[in-house]
């Protein structure tokens, strides 16, 4: 009779062994799923991020060419009532007077290319902002597309690890109170 209690405890206690190793394989699985969601969505919210990065860029640029558009517009037409008053004074009789024209003439192109110039550079840097929001847009979109579809998958192995983990859990409790019940 006391062999066979014997191979009874030891039995027992393998099995409670097996159990456990059971259980903690399935919560190592179980925290491995919560890691892949919580990676998908932080993926997610870096998606997020690009595309109201890329919106902001797209605003900005899009200011900056009306604004742009409005200087050059200025600019064109302070230079045409300039250039008209001195063109003018170029065929004046005065001499000294058609020479300062001239010369006034001569600056005001100086200047307005290079004006021109700074707004073209302007212009630049703006059409290179919109690509560079157009760019962080698409990414962001492709990005929060795969995202979403690995979220979505990554959800559900999540909860079929909570579900086996769960369910193993239960089970080795009710195994561990029906040993402790016939001792």
């Known amino acids: 009779m006391l062999p066979f209690l014997l191979l009874t405890t030891v039995l027992t206690y393998?099995?409670?062994?097996?159990?456990?190793?059971?259980?903690?394989?399935l919560e190592t699985s179980l925290n491995a799923a919560k890691a892949k969601v919580a990676l998908n969505e932080q993926q997610l919210a870096k998606s997020d991020s690009l595309i109201t990065l890329g919106t902001q860029m797209i605003t900005e640029a899009k200011t900056e060419n009306?604004?742009?558009?409005?200087?050059r517009k200025k600019l064109e037409k302070d230079k045409?009532?300039?250039?008209?008053?001195?063109?003018?004074?170029?065929?004046?009789?005065?001499?000294?007077?058609s020479a300062k024209a001239r010369a006034d003439?001569?600056?005001?192109?100086?200047?307005?290319?290079?004006?021109?110039?700074?707004?073209s550079t302007r212009l630049k840097d703006a059409?290179?902002?919109?690509?560079?929001?157009?760019?962080?847009?698409?990414?962001g979109k492709a990005g929060k597309k795969n995202a979403q579809d690995a979220l979505k998958i990554s959800r559900k192995a999540l909860d079929m690890a909570q579900e086996k983990y769960d369910s193993a859990n239960n089970s080795d409790e009710n195994t561990?109170?029906?040993t402790k019940k016939k001792k």
């Open 176 to 178: 561990t109170s029906k």
């Open 14 to 25: 393998a099995q409670a062994d097996k159990n456990q190793a059971e259980l903690k394989k």
């Open 66 to 71: 009306k604004a742009i558009d409005t200087d």
């Open 127 to 139: 059409t290179k902002k919109m690509s560079t929001g157009n760019a962080n847009l698409a990414r």
């Open 105 to 119: 003439l001569k600056a005001l192109n100086l200047q307005y290319t290079s004006d021109s110039k700074a707004l």
């Open 80 to 97: 045409a009532a300039s250039q008209k008053s001195l063109t003018k004074l170029t065929a004046s009789k005065d001499k000294d007077e």
